[in-house]
């Protein structure tokens, strides 16, 4: 591989990282507003099919993009976004408690009340879905691997869907077991929340499997990889690679 490619290999790591971070800290703000699509008129423990939080939506992307991470980039380099996701979503959950306290001037287009109505469940929020989503990013990764290494890198939408699938009910249950818990969502709703939002995931998870087909086939065309191949810390970019394309000698 080229320095030319090592240095795009990096680039498109560090965008792919980017917006997995920005889904996940979007998706911990804008959870408390709630939205309906009704494809089907099925009602299950008094929640329409489907009423589901607007966190949903970027939220799934997440999980796209740890799965191209880990087809591409291997294991090690999907978890390390996972942990920089986590920092992200602390860092914000501070900047949102301190948010809080500072009072709002008289002439404020939002004041107190209507920004601690709207972020004021976000620190819990945050809280609950950290514990959620490093439960559920891990073990998508782990899961994701074990199906690449028993498949030897063939049956793409297998690993794609049983790693999604697994970790999105996982996730479903635990941040509303936790939001429950909190007083923030009504045990009421629990039941029909957790079905109407692991069948939206399912389908959107299923959804997303031509995209990453699509991602994977341009990135082992554009860098000339074998199936199973990954572009690891091995091939990306390093101190060596920088003093040979500027033309200094190492020291020894």
């Not at 009704?38 to 799934?60: A, C, M, N, Q, R």
Request: net charge neutral; proline share 3%; aromatic share 16%.
């Amino acid at each position: 591989m080229t320095y030319k490619d090592k240095l795009l290999a990096n680039r498109i790591y560090l965008i792919l990282a980017a917006l997995f971070i920005a889904s996940l800290v979007t998706s911990n703000l804008i959870f408390q507003k709630f939205f309906y699509w009704y494809p089907f008129d099925i009602v299950i423990f008094d929640t329409k099919l489907f009423e589901v939080s607007v966190g949903l939506l970027p939220y799934p992307i997440t999980f796209l993009i740890t799965d191209i991470l880990s087809e591409i980039y291997g294991k090690k380099k999907a978890n390390e976004v996972v942990i920089a996701g986590i920092f992200a979503s602390f860092f914000s959950l501070l900047i949102i408690y301190i948010s809080k306290e500072v009072p709002a001037t008289s002439w404020s287009p939002v004041n107190d009340g209507l920004f601690v109505n709207v972020f004021g469940a976000a620190p819990l929020a945050v809280l609950a879905s950290m514990l959620a989503y490093l439960f559920a990013q891990f073990i998508d990764i782990r899961i994701y691997h074990f199906w690449k290494q028993l498949t030897k890198g063939k049956h793409l939408w297998l690993r794609n869907n049983f790693s999604t699938f697994s970790s999105q009910i996982i996730d479903t249950l635990t941040v509303l077991v936790l939001l429950c818990s909190f007083g923030i969502i009504d045990w009421n709703n629990f039941l029909g929340l957790l079905i109407s939002g692991v069948i939206f995931k399912m389908m959107i998870a299923a959804l997303d499997t031509p995209i990453l087909y699509l991602a994977v086939y341009a990135f082992r065309k554009r860098f000339n990889l074998a199936i199973n191949e990954e572009i690891d810390d091995k091939i990306l970019i390093g101190t060596d690679d920088i003093i040979k394309e500027i033309g200094i000698k190492k020291i020894q």
